[in-house]
C-alpha cells in the first residue's frame, strides 16, 4: 500500500490575527492621519467622536478682575407699562407695602423701577415676593488724613429726605465695567462741584477691588426684598472741600433711551435732587 503525503499544516490562527490586528491599526492610522489634514485652517476645535480639544491649548486670557464688565440682566419681563409691571408685582406683594410705595418719605415709586427694568439696571425673580437683583458700585473716597467720604442723606424730587450714610454709590449699566461706574458715578453725583473730567480726577487705588453680595429689604422699594451686587473701590478725587459739603443733580435719569424719555414716565419719578456729603474717620464708620 503506498503512503500519500501529508496534508499541508493549517495557517496559525494567530499569525492570522496578529496580520488581522496590524491592519485594523494600520487603517486607524491612515483614517485619523486624513481627519487631521482634512479639517480647514480657521477650525477653533477639532471634534472626535468622544473627545474634543482646543485648537490652541496654550492661549490663555489675562483679565484683570476689576476691568470685568457686568452680565447683562435678564429681559425685564415684557413690562410694555408701569401698569403692566404694577398688575404683575400686586398679587406677588403684601398690598399695604406695595401701596405705600412713592407715599412713604424716602420712597420710589413703580414708575422708576419700570425704569430701571427699561435700562437693564435691575431684574426681577419670578418669585414671591419678588427679588430685585441690582449692580452697584461703591466708591470709597479717601481725603486728608484717611477720612472717608459718606453721603449723608438725600433731598429727594418730592420734597422728602431720606439718610445714607454710606459712600458713593451707583447703579451699574448692563455691561459696564468697575472703572467705568466709577467715572460715571462721580460725575453724576458730585459733578455740581467738579470742572474737570472724572477722568483726569480719580485715581483709584491699586488692588482695592473687593466684590461682596448684600441680601437686605430695600428702603426705596419696601416689600420688596433686593439682592445687591457690590463692587467696591478705593480712590482719591482731586478737588473735593475740605469740609462738609453738598451737591446737585440736574436730572437722575437724563440719560435714559428716547422712548422713555418721550413717553413721559421720567417726568413721573422720584428722583434725588441732591446729595448732601461729609468726611468721617475710618474707625466711626464701617463700609
Known amino acids: 500500500m503506498s503512503h500519500l503525503p501529508p496534508p499541508p499544516r493549517p495557517v496559525s490562527p494567530l499569525i492570522l490575527n496578529h496580520s488581522g490586528k496590524a491592519a485594523d491599526l494600520l487603517f486607524t492610522a491612515l483614517s485619523i492621519f486624513f481627519l487631521f489634514s482634512s479639517s480647514p485652517p480657521s477650525s ?17 486670557l489675562r483679565i484683570s478682575t476689576m476691568s470685568h464688565p457686568t452680565s447683562p440682566m435678564p429681559p ?11 398688575d404683575w408685582l400686586k398679587p406677588r406683594m ?46 470709597r473716597i479717601i481725603g486728608q488724613d484717611g477720612a472717608i467720604l459718606i453721603e449723608s442723606r438725600q433731598e429727594l424730587s418730592d420734597g422728602s429726605v431720606r439718610n445714607r450714610r454710606r459712600p458713593l454709590s451707583e447703579k ?26 472724572a477722568e483726569e480726577i480719580v485715581t483709584i487705588v491699586p488692588g482695592s477691588y ?8 430695600s428702603a426705596s422699594y419696601p416689600g420688596l426684598p433686593a439682592r445687591y451686587i457690590l463692587h467696591s473701590v478705593d480712590a482719591i478725587v482731586e478737588g473735593l472741600p475740605a469740609g462738609d459739603f453738598y451737591t446737585d ?10 422712548m422713555v424719555m418721550g ?8 428722583w434725588v435732587k441732591r446729595h448732601h456729603w461729609e468726611w468721617v474717620i475710618p474707625d466711626s464708620f464701617a463700609s
Not at 477653533?44 to 490663555?60: A, Q, S, V
Not at 419681563?77 to 404694577?86: E, H, K
Not at 443733580?249 to 428716547?258: I, K, L, R, S, V
Request: aromatic content about 8%.
Open 44 to 60: 477653533k476645535t477639532l471634534k472626535i467622536p468622544f473627545f474634543t480639544c482646543p485648537f490652541n491649548p496654550r492661549r490663555l
Open 76 to 86: 425685564h419681563r415684557g413690562f410694555a407699562t408701569p401698569q403692566s409691571l404694577s
Open 94 to 139: 403684601s398690598s399695604d407695602s406695595f401701596a405705600s410705595w412713592g407715599i412713604k418719605p424716602g420712597t420710589k415709586n413703580v414708575n422708576n423701577l419700570w425704569l430701571e427694568l427699561s435700562e437693564g439696571e435691575t431684574s426681577l425673580a419670578d418669585s414671591i415676593p419678588p427679588i430685585r437683583t441690582v449692580n452697584v458700585v461703591t466708591v
Open 172 to 197: 451699574m449699566k448692563p455691561g459696564e465695567t468697575t472703572e467705568g461706574a466709577v467715572f460715571r458715578a462721580v460725575k453724576e453725583e458730585l459733578g455740581s462741584i467738579i470742572s474737570r473730567p
Open 210 to 217: 473687593r466684590k461682596n453680595v448684600e441680601e437686605r429689604s
Open 249 to 258: 443733580e440736574e436730572d437722575e435719569y437724563e440719560g435714559c433711551g428716547e
Open 263 to 270: 413717553s413721559g414716565i421720567a417726568d413721573q419719578v422720584i
